[in-house]
Structures are given as C-alpha cells and as structure tokens.
C-alpha cells in the first residue's frame, strides 16, 4: 500500500534548522515517474508548496523563491525517504508540514496524488 | 507566478443541493504539448491532508464520488457538487501545477445551510 510517513521534531527553536523525513512505501524515491514534494500550510499563508526533488537521469531540485536561500530537500535512497531542512527559521515557519509525491509524465508537472499526514511545526522559544 | 483566486471563500448551501465553487488562473494553464489543463481540485477536512478529487481540470480521481465533477471555459474553473451531502462539509482548494511554484486558491469552505 502506497504512504508516506512523516518524522520530526515539533518545536523548533528560532534560528535554528527546521528538520522532517518522509519515509515512502510502495513507491521508490528513485523512481523517474515521480516527485516528492514538501508543502506546508499556516492560516497566514494558506498552502505553500516550498519545493521537490526528483530523479530523470540525475537528481533534480525545484524550491520556492521565497524559501529557496533556506531550503534543502534530499532523497536518501538507503531508506528509501527523503528529508526536509530549512534553515533560520523564524515564528514565520510555524505551521503543518506536508510531504506529497507528484507522478511525473511527459512533463515534470504533476498534481499531488499521494500526501503524508502532516507535521505541526512550531517556531518558538 | 501564476496565481489562482478562488470564490466564494465561504459557502452554506442545503442537504440535496448543488454547490459550485470557482477558481481563476492569472495565466493559461492551457499545454498546447498534452492538451490539457493543469488544474487540481483537493478537498481537505480537519486535522487531515488534502486529498485529491479531480485533475487536468475534470477528470475524477479513483473512488471519488460521481456527484463531484469539474469544468471550465478558458482561465476559469469550476468544482461542482450536484448533490450536497453531509460528508462533504470541507474546505476546497483548487491548484495550478502547470509551473513552478505550484500555487493553492486560498480555499472554500463548503458548509451545510
């Protein structure tokens, strides 16, 4: 049966780095058909997608301008997951983190057919 | 980026009843490559993820109702219910995956009247 299964803390000092895994059954991170993404939601921002990673030949990675100087996403292919960091975070941060996979066809555009259960996350001292 | 605006934000209609719900593209999401539309509708109910009702604009994800469909006329969608039930009380977002950043509507709450 296909899942995702988050990890991760659920309160993150300011400042600091903003760590979560999603761990994937049924479906490789290697796979060339598909994208696993990150996305978060806060009532501020409303869903955000933050960025993906993705296998066709070589890995490939797509982040949002808004996080990208902050944002690393990475595939483990040993445990067959892939992870989240975002650095510096501020109280801005807060909110739940989505893990989701994108099929990937003819294009790299996809929708999000498959999605974790979410993390609340909270930037705070 | 291409940015999608949906109406109304809120929405309270009866048990039977059909509800819509609108969504608007600031650009095409039109690929002239696949002839598609690249235009997601999600439902999302509390303490849970989105979950995927229809893709490419109007087709019905697997298991999703018949009473859910989609449609549209150039940049604008729309997400119909033809018949409202009780379970349907959510909050609906459409999604534009035609490029990044992948943009959410701001969300519809669908609320029984």
């Known amino acids: 049966q296909e899942q995702l299964q988050q990890s991760g803390p659920g309160l993150v000092n300011p400042s600091q780095t903003l760590s979560l895994t999603c761990a994937i059954s049924?479906?490789?991170?290697?796979?060339?058909?598909?994208?696993w993404n990150w996305i978060r939601q806060s009532p501020s921002r409303g869903l955000e997608w933050l960025g993906r990673?993705?296998?066709?030949?070589?890995?490939?990675?797509d982040y949002a301008v808004s996080v990208k100087s902050r944002i690393t996403i990475s595939p483990d292919t040993s445990k067959n997951q892939f992870s989240l960091q975002l650095d510096s975070v501020t109280p801005e941060d807060t909110g739940v983190y989505f893990c989701?996979?994108?099929?990937?066809?003819?294009?790299?555009?996809?929708?999000?057919?498959?999605w974790g259960r979410g993390t609340l996350v909270s930037v705070s001292s | 980026d291409i940015v999608t605006t949906q109406s109304p934000d809120s929405l309270a209609a009866s048990l039977g009843e059909r509800a819509t719900i609108n969504c608007k593209s600031s650009?095409?999401?039109?690929?002239?490559?696949?002839?598609?539309?690249?235009l997601a509708w999600y439902q999302q109910k509390p303490g849970h993820p989105p979950k995927l009702l229809i893709y490419w604009a109007s087709t019905r994800e697997s298991g999703v109702p018949d009473r859910f469909s989609g449609s549209w006329s150039g940049t604008d969608f729309t997400l119909t219910i033809s018949s409202l039930q009780a379970e349907d009380v959510a909050v609906y977002y459409c999604?534009?995956?035609?490029?990044?950043?992948?943009?959410f509507g701001q969300g519809t709450k669908l609320e029984i009247k």
């Open positions: 999604q534009q995956y035609y490029r990044t950043p992948y943009n």
């Open positions: 650009q095409s999401v039109f690929s002239t490559t696949t002839n598609k539309n690249y």
């Open positions: 990673t993705y296998y066709r030949s070589k890995w490939n990675n």
């Open positions: 989701a996979r994108s099929k990937l066809g003819i294009t790299v555009n996809w929708y999000f057919d498959l």
């Open positions: 049924g479906d490789s991170v290697s796979s060339s058909s598909a994208a």
